[in-house]
C-alpha cells in the first residue's frame, strides 16, 4: 500500500486551492435535468466521472458550455429531452442511474441503463425503484434498462429506506421535488454530498427540510 512520509517538525504556511467534491458534483449535476432556465455551477472537479455525466446531460438534450479554465459550467435545458440514457455512458459510473428520478419527475417517462448494464443483484438500485414506485411510478427491465413511466406525474408519499443509501437518497430527494404534494424520506444518507445537493435544490426554490436526524421533509 502507497503512504506519505511526513518529517517533522515544520511550519506549514501557504494557500491551497480546494477543487470541488465529485460526489456533490454528480448528484447536483443531475438534478439540473429538472430545470426550465440556465444553471451555472462553479468550481466543478475536472474528473472522468464528472466529464462523463456532462456527457450523459448532453445526450439527453442539455447544451453544455464549458468555461475556459473548465471549472465551471452552464446547462441549457429545453422543453423537448430525450429521455434515454445510454448503457455507452452509465455504464462506467454508479451515478449514471441519477438521471432516472428527474427525467420521471418532469418528463413522465426515462429508459435509463442499470449502472454497468448488469443485473440487480451486481450493483443493486432496488432502493431507488422501490422508492421512485412509492412515488407512482411503474416500471419494467428488459435486457439490462430499466423502462419507467409516472404517467399522471409523481405524487408525493412516505418511504422508509431499509437501508441507508446514498444514490437512493440522491434520486428520491431530486425525484420528490416537484412531485406533487409532499415526501417523507426516512433513514436517509446524511453524508456532506447530501446536504450540498439539498442547499443546491434550495437555491432554486425548492422546499426540503430536515425534520430528524435522518428524515426528509420534500
Given at each position: 500500500?502507497d503512504?506519505f512520509?511526513?518529517?517533522?517538525p515544520c511550519?506549514?504556511i501557504?494557500?491551497?486551492?480546494?477543487?470541488?467534491?465529485?460526489?456533490a458534483?454528480?448528484?447536483?449535476l443531475?438534478a439540473?435535468?429538472l430545470?426550465?432556465?440556465?444553471?451555472e455551477?462553479?468550481?466543478?472537479?475536472?474528473?472522468r466521472?464528472?466529464?462523463?455525466?456532462l456527457?450523459?446531460?448532453?445526450?439527453l438534450?442539455?447544451?453544455i458550455?464549458?468555461?475556459r479554465?473548465?471549472k465551471?459550467?452552464k446547462?441549457?435545458?429545453?422543453?423537448?429531452?430525450k429521455?434515454?440514457?445510454s448503457?455507452?455512458?452509465?455504464?462506467t459510473?454508479?451515478?449514471?442511474?441519477?438521471v432516472?428520478g428527474?427525467?420521471?419527475?418532469?418528463?413522465y417517462?426515462?429508459i435509463?441503463?442499470?449502472?454497468?448494464?448488469c443485473?440487480?443483484?451486481?450493483r443493486?438500485?432496488n432502493y431507488?425503484?422501490?422508492g421512485?414506485?412509492?412515488?407512482?411510478?411503474?416500471?419494467?427491465?428488459?435486457?439490462g434498462?430499466?423502462?419507467?413511466?409516472?404517467?399522471k406525474?409523481?405524487?408525493?408519499?412516505?418511504?422508509k429506506f431499509?437501508?441507508?443509501?446514498?444514490?437512493?437518497?440522491?434520486?428520491?430527494?431530486?425525484a420528490?421535488t416537484?412531485a406533487?404534494?409532499?415526501?417523507i424520506?426516512?433513514?436517509?444518507?446524511i453524508?456532506?454530498e447530501i446536504?450540498d445537493?439539498?442547499n443546491?435544490?434550495n437555491?432554486a426554490g425548492?422546499k426540503i427540510?430536515?425534520?430528524?436526524?435522518?428524515t426528509?421533509?420534500?
Open positions: 500500500m503512504k512520509l511526513i518529517k517533522g511550519k506549514v501557504g494557500k491551497v486551492n480546494i477543487s470541488g467534491s465529485k460526489n458534483a454528480l448528484p447536483i443531475a439540473t435535468l430545470f426550465d432556465k440556465p444553471v455551477l462553479k468550481n466543478l472537479p475536472n474528473v466521472d464528472v466529464q462523463t455525466m456527457a450523459l446531460l448532453k445526450s438534450g442539455s447544451k458550455v464549458i468555461s479554465n473548465k465551471s459550467v446547462i441549457y435545458n429545453f422543453k423537448k429531452m429521455t434515454f440514457a448503457y455507452n455512458l452509465v455504464k459510473m454508479r451515478a449514471g442511474i441519477l432516472l428527474p427525467l420521471l419527475s418532469k418528463h417517462k426515462s435509463t441503463s442499470l449502472p454497468g448494464g443485473s440487480l443483484g451486481t443493486p438500485i431507488h425503484l422501490n421512485l414506485t412509492k412515488l407512482g411510478a411503474k416500471h419494467k427491465i428488459i435486457n434498462y430499466v423502462h419507467a413511466t409516472a404517467n406525474g409523481l405524487v408525493g408519499g412516505k418511504i431499509s437501508k441507508v443509501s446514498v444514490g437512493a437518497s440522491e434520486n428520491l430527494i431530486i420528490a416537484l406533487k404534494g409532499t415526501t424520506l426516512k433513514n436517509c444518507a453524508e456532506p446536504k445537493l439539498i443546491f435544490l437555491s425548492g427540510k430536515w425534520t430528524g436526524k435522518r426528509l421533509q420534500i
